[in-house]
């Protein structure tokens, strides 16, 4: 790999040190990269992207070590990357060798994060090469949509015409923690890791026309059970359409501390809602928080903790 004139490149003084910004909160993350603060200088005669390529123009918030690889001219020394209007500058890294398939090109991979900064919705992902002075060519650009699957929405995000659940109650959590949502139906129906749908059994099992009902409520995931961390720290329950009328009560239940204190958690509702111009949109109707320490860990046998109730008309 060619070596790559840090000073130049990162358009800093040549003191010998280069601060490296950890960029936690930034939307995207190159954890091998550099993050700019100035905007490099741009020069529609510089360096190009010539192509790019990737597995999916779906990304979801938390991922990590995506990765975007392709070519750029060989006058690159450097690739650098950003969302369009989010975050706060450009990541860089070096470029690699000409490519002998390609005459007069190099090739450039990207590993990179998805990080909590990033709004569910479309985006513009830019790509640009950089010259030996620093200067950025023209931008290539990549349309994708980012979506949080702490809040299932049926890739409502990414297209604004395809309806989202009717009803979805989320629980996230800040530390690494077995923390499970337990949802009551009106019924009286537990909706948790052991029930994970509001469905009645008969003998041993759910039927299955009533596990595929829309009107089922469903938990997505079992979160970091049996303190396997990972990464999610969220929990849903999904109801496609509108389930039962009636109040849904919500619990937040410490499974299992894992070596922590304890946690800090959020509990919300969210409705689906028709607009005029026939597109959906998937709002927040309530929000509650509060905290657990190790010492209230059940184990799964005792009462969970009481968070909020929702009423479903």
Request: glycine content about 12%.
């Amino acid at each position: 790999m060619r070596t790559l004139a840090l000073c130049a490149l990162l358009l800093v003084a040549c003191t010998g040190e280069v601060e490296q910004q950890i960029g936690l909160f930034e939307p995207i993350r190159v954890p091998d990269g550099e993050l700019l603060d100035d905007e490099p200088p741009l020069t529609e005669s510089g360096p190009k992207v010539t192509s790019l390529d990737t597995s999916s123009g779906i990304l979801t918030v938390g991922q990590r070590d995506r990765l975007l690889s392709g070519r750029t001219t060989e006058d690159a020394h450097a690739i650098a990357v950003r969302f369009d209007g989010l975050g706060s500058g450009w990541w860089v890294r070096p470029v690699q060798d000409k490519n002998p398939m390609y005459p007069g090109e190099r090739d450039f991979q990207l590993r990179h994060d998805i990080g909590g900064g990033a709004p569910p919705g479309v985006h513009t992902l830019l790509l640009s090469a950089i010259d030996e002075a620093g200067r950025r060519g023209p931008a290539f650009e990549l349309e994708v949509c980012i979506r949080d699957d702490g809040l299932p929405d049926n890739l409502n995000a990414c297209d604004a015409t395809i309806p989202p659940p009717a009803l979805v109650i989320t629980l996230e959590w800040d530390q690494d923690v077995d923390l499970d949502l337990v949802v009551e139906t009106p019924g009286g129906k537990k909706i948790g890791h052991a029930t994970p749908t509001s469905g009645e059994k008969v003998e041993t099992e759910v039927p299955g026309g009533v596990v595929k009902d829309p009107t089922t409520g469903r938990l997505v995931r079992d979160s970091n059970a049996g303190c396997a961390i990972d990464g999610r720290n969220s929990e849903s329950v999904v109801f496609q359409e509108p389930p039962a009328p009636g109040t849904y009560l919500v619990y937040a239940d410490l499974f299992d501390a894992c070596g922590a204190p304890g946690t800090l958690f959020s509990a919300a509702v969210y409705r689906r809602v028709e607009r005029d111009d026939g597109t959906f949109a998937l709002v927040e109707d309530a929000r509650t928080g509060g905290a657990l320490v190790d010492l209230q860990a059940t184990g799964g046998g005792a009462t969970p903790l009481y968070v909020m109730a929702s009423k479903q008309p």
